[in-house]
Nanobody, 122 residues
Framework: VQLQASGGGLVQAGGSLRLSCAASGFTFGTYAMGWFRQAPGKEREFVAQIRRNGGNTYYADSVKGRFTISRDNVKKTVYLQMNSLKPEDTANYYC????????????????WGQGTLVTVSS
């Protein structure tokens, strides 16, 4: 199993980034997928998740309206479009294949990728 995240970098506050996570080694289309993040000195936190067919999404309140999760099951890739970035969005961002999808609570990761660092300057 491999989840390869990319797209992180340094951006000014108010800017945008698009993260990608390419999957291999498992049946991508049968899993809900999610993004999590971990800031320096803080615990990992949930960001967003998407149902396996892409029909439903669920977001953390802190990113709702600014971030959009999407997926392409043909390309076996999940994306996170991040707009209106704030300094508090600075973190390592991780994608994960999830145990289940919910419209009401964050799921838990089964397979994890390596992080991609997002730094937002003020």
């Amino acid at each position: 199993v491999q989840l390869q995240a990319s797209g992180g970098g340094l951006v000014q506050a108010g800017g945008s980034l698009r993260l990608s996570c390419a999957a291999s080694g498992f049946t991508f289309g049968t899993y809900a997928m999610g993004w999590f993040r971990q800031a320096p000195g803080k615990e990992r936190e949930f960001v967003a998740q998407i149902r396996r067919n892409g029909g439903n999404t669920y977001y953390a309140d802190s990113v709702k309206g600014r971030f959009t999760i999407s997926r392409d099951n043909v390309k076996k890739t999940v994306y996170l479009q991040m707009n209106s970035l704030k300094p508090e969005d600075t973190a390592n961002y991780y994608c994960a294949a999830l145990a289940y999808y919910s419209d009401f609570e964050p799921s838990r990761g089964i397979y994890w990728g390596q992080g991609t660092l997002v730094t937002v300057s003020s």
